[in-house]
Structures are given as structure tokens and as C-alpha cells.
């Protein structure tokens, strides 16, 4: 007998079915030759710290014990709000734990999901379990049809093929514990405030603050351009300067547009050739999250939730792909897709091409696909069927039979000796895969004109503005996390994606395909980051988290999340071990405890909340730190005084704000930073117990 333990009951339900003849009991299903049981995802969670010491329940957090690195994690079975187990996750272990120790079961099956997290989440419960001496086996399952299963379960590897992947799961478990445990509260008891601070939450909200503020920044310049747009041969063409002209000054763009038009325009090259253009690739998840996004103004968490839906109803692949392409040993099963999806008239056909099947740009998990299993429309909600649409539209684009053809047009057009202007143009003549596609159309008429021929130009100066950086999007916040380090604009002139495939086998991404949408999602709950429509902004909590770590001079941004990245791939590839990657993270941790902070007349000493720092020069009451500020304990009598903890985005040290309680003054000090992003020097002075700048010696 085999026992076959599912990540979620939805897919023992599919495994059950696509075996067939099974019994349903309580907490499983039983049949033959198979046993199908269940987690309910995660049943098992690390333990916390005061449980390290033994004094679980323990609730008020202190700096006694930080940092904390377990020489061994620990699991515990999940607990619910109120620090107890929970009476289901117990009884469903319970369950299992019975099943793998029954005397006629002789082989135990991990069906957690087909990645890294699904593959601990069952190693544990076996681990757990107690079980030692049966082997287990890996129902590994790209989607959750019942053809897919059923093969899947006849060609089955030992679960010690996927040891690496385990480890660079535990591995990034154990770091984001650790990270969570020690940074989070180090933090909150610093501030006074709860702060989630973990490994990729603090980079992803940094960037969003970072582009945020340089749009608070921005200071639009007026300039005038010279414009022409006149008919020629009945087509209206347009043609901007590259040159630019101060507003205050219109004489000189005045006469710059009056050279250039006596000069005239005429066409001194110009090159036209069909050419047969290519659909985008197929969807990885993120892909897709950003077409939602931008379409439909799905989030991430929405599109996420539904395409594993339609997932686990056997529609669509295994969702929780970085991958835009398929591997070759999937030809097969691609061609009898293509039968099933011909029947539903799609104009689709067999392609054995580089940019559909290509091994080397695969982790573990080919694109998004429709699978065998094709879902009649009254099975799907509404969004649901946006989703699954998407999907198979894109699919079906892949594989159209008919190719899109395009005329391109090249042409330049010099004015005089000022300046030579190179427009394109594209006239769709048979639109093939184009037909199923949603983008917006992008068809450029240029004049029927020849070399030689004069171009009609009539050049004015127009008033315009630079434009100040954009807000991210879901598209442009995915494809940033996707690559932090990558040259977006180099990036959208090449048609080369292997840097972005190499960036993400490195781990040089923040957060993964499959964590990314849960972490953001954190983000906005924790009201550090707001999504509307598909446009992120920075809230107050957020502009507080970075700015807080700032002070405190905890450094988490791309470079030390994207170096630990690597250092999880290699425990992946097998180039260093789990301990080796926990051992990196603790180091790092370290260095924010390691600093002297018991020391007050440390130069770097911030202070903690609710710690004195001096005496008010007002009243003669105690000065403690708050949340934000420095303030009297005269304060409810009305005494004004406040210093602010972070100013300019410096943050005052205890030393610092002790010589201005003192002398009513500091020394001069660097590292202020002004509205436009200038960086200045000043003294501080205190005036009627405000804080204000001085820029005296």
C-alpha cells in the first residue's frame, strides 16, 4: 500500500479521482493499492524564540537574548491566535501520522506542490511523523488533470532527487526567520512602533519610497520644441527637434523654426520590406500579473489567487512559473493541447521553434499553458474567465498557423544642413496571431514618397515639460524586482531575455515567482504601501519603516537581499550548504547588533523608546525619546519642547541631542539632505524648545 500525501485536500480530491475507486474517510481516501491524505498547506511552523528558552506565552518582547541563532530550528505544528495548537491542523497530522505507520503501507509519496515551499511542506510532515524506514517517492505534477496524474504517478522519482530544492527551501525559511525574529524586533523596540522588517518586505517598500520621493522632488523645467506636423501626399507626418530652447528666450526657437522651414525637408534614404513579425512569448506568472494589471487593474494577489484556481481545477499549468518557455520533452503533450484547443476553431498549429521550446530557460516550471482539461463557459466566474482567457489567447497567438505579416517603412528626412529625422512606420498586411491579441494596435502611415522627393514642413516652438520619473505600476514594480540591477532601457531595445533568465538562476531577483505576490500583499496590509487601480504609492507606514531603518543605519536594500539571493541559489545548485547560507544571514544580522548601543556616549547612539536622554533646559523634566521625537514629561503641562528624531533624513544621535539640551546648540553637522535632494551641512539650535536650522559656524 502507498500513501500518498497531497500539499492541499483540493489536490487529493484531483489524485483521488484521476486514480479512481477510492473510498472517502475521515481525513483521507483509501483504495487498492493507494492512500490519498492531506495538508493544509504549511501544518508546521518554526517555533519562537521564548520557546527556545522555554518560556512559551511569553508575550512582551525585550532586547534580552538578541540577536538569537539557533544552533537547531525547531517545528512546532501550527498554533492558532491564542498561542494554542490547532484542533484541526492536530488532527489531520494525527491522520497522517497514523497512515505512513500502518504495517501494510510500504511506500509514502510527497504530492506537495511542484516547487520549493510544497516540497518542505510534506518533507516535514514525514519528518515528523516519525517514519523512518519506508522510502518516499515524488508525484511531481505540472498541472492536475487526471491524464497528467496518472502519468506522473507511473513515473515517479525517489524524493531524494529533489534533496537541493529542499534545502534552499529550508535554507530561505530558516534566513526570513531570522531576519523576521531579530531585525523586527530590534526595530519595534527601538521605535516604539511594530515594524515588519524581513528580507525582501524592506527592499521592495524602499524602492516604492525611493521613487515616490524622487517625484516629490522633481522640479518640472519649461522648454520650447520645434514641432512640425504638415500633410504630405495626404498622409499627416510629424517631426520633433532634438533641440530644446528656454522659454524665456522664444526669439531664437522663433528664428531656428523659421531657418529650418525655408530650408524645407527632403528624403535622402529610405527602405521598405515585409517582414513577418512574432507574437510575444507565453506567460510566466509575473508576465501575466503585469497584462492583468495594466488591462483589467487586477492585483497581483487577485490574479494570483485565481490562476491558482483555475490551476487546481486542472485548466491551466502549474502557475508559480519564472519561465517564459517550454521544455523539448513537452512537445508531445503540446501537440495534443493544440488538438483539444483546434476543436474550439482557434487557427492553431504545431511550432518546433527556439522561442517557444528551449531548455536552458527553464528553472523548474515551464510557461503558463491551458492544459488537456478545456472548461465549458458556465464553469467559470467572470474574472475567471478573464484569466483563463488571457492565457489561451496568448497560447493560441504562440501557435497561430497563419503568420502576421507587416509592411516596415524606414525614412529619413533631412531639414537643410539642421538636423536629419529618422521615422518609422508599420502597416499590418495579414494580421494572423494579431487577431487574438489585446494590445493596443500600433499602425504608423508614412507618405508615399521616394528618395529625393520634398517633404511638406512647417515648424513652431511648442511649450512642454520634462516629465518627472513615474510612479510604479504592477508591470514596472514585477519587472523590477524581477532584475533590480538590469538596464531597463537597454533592456527594452534588445530581443535578447537570457540577462533576465540569468539574473533570476542567480537569485539575483527580490523575492521569488512564487513568494513575490504574498510579500507585496504583506505590504499593503501593513498599510506600508497602498495599490490603487495598478499604480503603487508610498503610505505614511512606509515612509516610516525606511526612514526609521535609516536611523538606525539598517542597511536592507538590493544588494544585501540580492546577495543572499545567490548565496540560496548555490545551496540549489549544491555549491554550499544550508548552514553555510544561515551562517551569511547571521553575520549580516550581527553587524546591526554588534554596534555599541549600550554605550550612550557612543557618537552613533540613537536611543531606545521611552529611554531618557537628558533634562528639558524649559522645565527641568526628564527628555525621553518617543516614536517620532525627543519630548519633555512636561509635555501635558504644555512645555513645547520637541526634538525630531530624524530631520532632513538624518537621524540625531543621544550625544547629539544631549549638547543641544546643554547649550542650546550643536556643533555643525553633516548629512542632511534637503526637499530637492540637495545635501547640506547646518548647526541646530533650539528656539522656544523648536528644533531649527542654523547656518552660522
Not at 484542533?87 to 506542490?113: H, M, P, S, W, Y
Not at 527553464?362 to 492544459?371: F, G, K, V, W
Not at 531595445?493 to 539575483?508: K, N, P, S, V, W
Request: net charge neutral; with cysteine.
Amino acid at each position: 500500500m502507498t500513501v500518498i500525501i497531497a500539499e492541499k485536500p483540493s489536490l487529493a480530491r484531483n489524485i483521488a479521482a484521476a486514480i479512481g475507486g477510492m473510498n472517502k474517510n475521515s481525513g483521507f481516501f483509501e483504495g487498492k493499492d493507494y492512500i490519498v491524505t492531506w495538508a493544509f498547506g504549511h501544518l508546521f511552523s518554526l517555533i519562537d524564540v521564548e520557546e527556545y528558552a522555554g518560556e512559551a506565552g511569553q508575550k512582551k518582547w525585550t532586547m534580552d537574548g538578541l540577536p538569537f541563532f539557533p544552533d537547531t530550528f525547531r517545528y512546532a505544528l501550527k498554533r492558532d491566535k491564542d498561542g494554542k495548537t490547532d484542533a484541526g491542523v492536530k488532527r489531520q497530522f494525527e491522520t497522517i501520522r497514523a497512515l505512513v505507520g500502518r504495517a501494510d503501507v510500504d511506500t509514502v509519496v510527497n504530492a506537495g506542490d511542484a516547487d520549493r515551499e510544497g516540497e518542505i511542506i510534506v518533507r516535514l510532515c514525514v519528518r515528523e511523523s516519525g517514519v523512518k524506514d519506508k522510502p518516499v517517492m515524488r508525484l511531481w505534477l505540472p498541472d492536475q488533470t487526471d491524464e497528467t496524474i496518472r502519468q506522473a504517478l507511473s513515473s515517479m522519482e525517489s524524493d531524494a532527487a529533489f534533496d537541493n530544492l529542499a534545502d534552499e527551501g529550508f535554507a530561505r525559511t530558516y534566513i526570513d526567520w531570522l531576519y523576521g525574529v531579530n531585525l523586527t524586533r530590534y526595530a519595534t523596540l527601538k521605535t516604539g512602533s511594530f515594524l515588519r522588517v524581513g528580507r525582501v518586505i524592506v527592499p521592495i517598500v524602499k524602492a516604492i519610497y525611493d521613487r515616490d520621493l524622487s517625484i516629490e522632488r522633481f522640479v518640472p523645467e519649461k522648454y520650447l520644441s520645434l514641432v512640425s506636423s504638415e500633410e504630405t501626399a495626404g498622409v499627416e507626418l510629424t517631426l520633433t527637434s532634438k533641440y530644446k530652447f528656454h522659454v524665456g528666450n522664444p526669439d531664437r526657437a522663433l528664428l531656428a523654426a523659421s531657418k529650418m522651414n525655408e530650408a524645407g525637408g527632403v528624403v535622402v534614404d529610405k527602405k521598405t520590406k515585409k517582414e513577418t513579425l512574432n507574437p510575444g512569448k507565453l506567460y510566466s506568472l509575473s508576465k501575466l500579473q503585469n497584462f492583468l494589471g495594466k488591462k483589467y487593474k487586477m492585483s497581483m494577489d487577485e490574479s494570483l489567487s485565481i490562476v491558482q484556481k483555475l490551476y487546481e481545477d486542472g485548466y491551466l499549468t502549474y502557475p508559480r512559473t519564472n519561465s517564459e518557455y517550454l521544455a523539448t520533452a513537452e512537445k508531445d503533450k503540446i501537440k495534443k493541447i493544440l488538438e483539444k484547443v483546434k476543436g474550439l476553431g482557434y487557427p492553431v498549429v504545431f511550432k518546433d521553434k527556439k522561442t517557444i521550446f528551449d531548455d536552458a530557460k527553464i528553472e523548474s516550471h515551464s510557461a503558463l499553458t491551458p492544459t488537456f482539461k478545456l472548461p465549458t463557459p458556465d464553469k467559470l466566474s467572470e474574472r475567471e474567465k478573464l484569466v483563463y482567457s488571457a492565457v489561451l489567447r496568448r497560447f493560441v497567438m504562440v501557435f497561430c498557423a497563419e503568420e502576421c505579416v507587416a509592411q516596415k517603412t524606414e525614412m529619413t528626412v533631412r531639414v537643410g544642413k539642421y538636423e536629419d529625422f529618422a521615422v518609422k512606420g508599420t502597416v499590418i498586411l495579414v494580421p494572423g496571431w494579431t487577431r487574438f491579441d489585446d494590445s493596443p494596435k500600433n499602425d504608423k502611415l508614412l507618405p508615399n514618397v521616394a528618395v529625393g522627393d520634398k517633404v511638406n514642413v512647417n515648424f513652431v516652438p511648442k511649450e512642454k515639460e520634462t516629465s518627472a520619473p513615474k510612479h510604479y505600476t504592477i508591470e514596472t514594480l514585477n519587472n523590477y524586482l524581477k532584475n533590480p540591477f538590469r538596464d531597463e532601457k537597454k533592456a527594452a531595445e534588445t530581443q535578447d531575455d537570457m540577462e533576465e533568465y540569468r539574473a533570476i538562476f542567480e537569485g539575483l531577483e527580490l523575492g521569488t515567482e512564487a513568494t513575490r505576490t504574498g510579500i507585496i500583499d504583506n505590504a499593503i496590509k501593513s498599510r506600508y504601501i497602498e495599490l490603487k487601480k495598478d499604480v503603487y504609492r508610498i503610505l505614511p507606514g512606509g515612509r516610516f519603516l525606511i526612514e526609521s531603518l535609516e536611523s538606525m543605519q539598517i542597511s536592507m536594500d538590493k544588494y544585501k537581499t540580492s546577495s543572499l539571493g545567490k548565496a540560496l541559489k548555490s545551496v540549489y545548485h549544491g555549491e554550499i550548504t544550508v548552514t553555510d547560507a544561515v551562517r551569511l544571514a547571521e553575520a549580516e544580522i550581527s553587524e546591526v547588533f554588534d554596534r555599541p548601543v549600550s554605550d550612550r556616549n557612543s557618537a552613533e547612539y540613537t536611543g531606545f523608546y521611552k529611554e531618557e536622554v537628558g533634562v528639558c533646559p524649559l522645565c527641568g523634566k526628564s527628555v525621553r525619546r518617543d516614536r517620532f521625537r525627543f519630548i519633555c514629561d512636561g509635555r501635558e503641562e504644555n512645555c513645547p519642547l520637541e526634538i525630531p528624531i530624524t530631520l532632513c533624513r538624518r537621524a540625531l544621535t543621544v550625544p547629539e541631542v544631549r549638547q543641544l539640551l546643554e547649550t542650546g546648540r550643536t556643533q555643525k553637522l553633516t548629512g542632511f539632505v534637503s526637499k530637492a535632494g540637495r545635501a547640506f551641512d547646518a548647526v541646530l539650535r533650539l528656539e522656544n524648545g523648536k528644533t531649527v536650522f542654523s547656518f552660522d559656524s
